[in-house]
């Protein structure tokens, strides 16, 4: 009996959603679009973080969503991948809060839906450790992006301590060391870290530095 192209198509979603599912279980902390060709990894965390359930504060969000649409990115289609596991907890401590927003990956790559049980209820996020750098390669792999942004320092070291047999036979030192700027080929994937990026907001300077380095990061191909 033969596969069809739809069967196998259906059976390699349901292997990545489980994949994610088996993530998100163990508290990898993933939002946004499963299947996205963009990923974004982030590392420092504030209360805003933790409380209002999701990885990218307000102004962050607003401000990559601004320049990845005007490179080509489509707007609604990355991924964001925390570098510290996350527990989630019913609570009243986030009260202003009425429903819990953060998009559920699995879910998201079949329905492009928030996850939404327990709408009614608020919750407090509790970070835990930092992943372990296997657990991290294996959320990398089964997100399977096409480009890597790293936001800032913890989520550049973890990559680095993650991919080091791969980045250590780069040749230009500054590449493999994952600077800010130059982008490296780690398994065939463009990785760019940006430094501090929630840093950069509040100064005009750093800001235009950072825009000089996502335009290394243009999508392939034609824009969305």
């Known amino acids: 009996m033969s596969i069809t192209q739809t069967e196998r198509t259906q059976a390699l979603f349901e292997q990545a959603r489980a994949q994610i599912r088996s993530l998100e279980a163990r508290g990898v ?3 946004g679009n499963g299947f996205s060709p963009l990923l974004l990894v982030k590392g420092e965390f504030t209360a805003g973080n933790t409380c209002h359930t999701s990885l990218l504060e307000t102004r962050e969000d607003a401000a990559l969503r601004a320049a990845l649409t005007r490179l080509g990115w489509a707007p ?3 991924c964001v991948l925390g ?4 527990s989630r907890e019913k609570t009243d401590e986030c009260s202003d809060l009425n429903q819990d927003t953060t998009l559920d990956a699995g879910a998201y790559a079949s329905s492009s839906a928030p996850h939404t ?3 009614a209820l608020s919750y407090t996020h509790q970070l835990g450790t930092t992943l372990a750098p296997e657990v991290f390669c294996e959320a990398i792999e089964a997100l399977d ?3 890597i942004l790293l936001l800032d320092v913890p989520a550049t070291e973890l990559m680095r301590e993650a991919y080091m047999d791969v980045l250590v036979d780069i040749e230009n030192f500054e590449t493999a060391m994952l600077e800010p700027g130059y982008v490296a080929s780690v398994l065939g994937r463009r990785v760019l870290a940006l ?3 929630a840093a950069s907001l509040a100064d005009s300077a750093k800001k235009q530095l950072v825009w000089s ?4 990061l243009a999508p392939l191909g034609s824009p969305y």
């Open 195 to 197: 430094g501090d990026f």
């Open 83 to 86: 570098t510290r596991t996350l």
């Open 76 to 78: 609604e289609d990355f």
């Open 29 to 31: 902390w993933i939002e």
């Open 117 to 119: 049980s327990d709408t």
């Open 145 to 147: 992006p096409e480009a």
């Open 213 to 216: 380095y996502l335009k290394k």
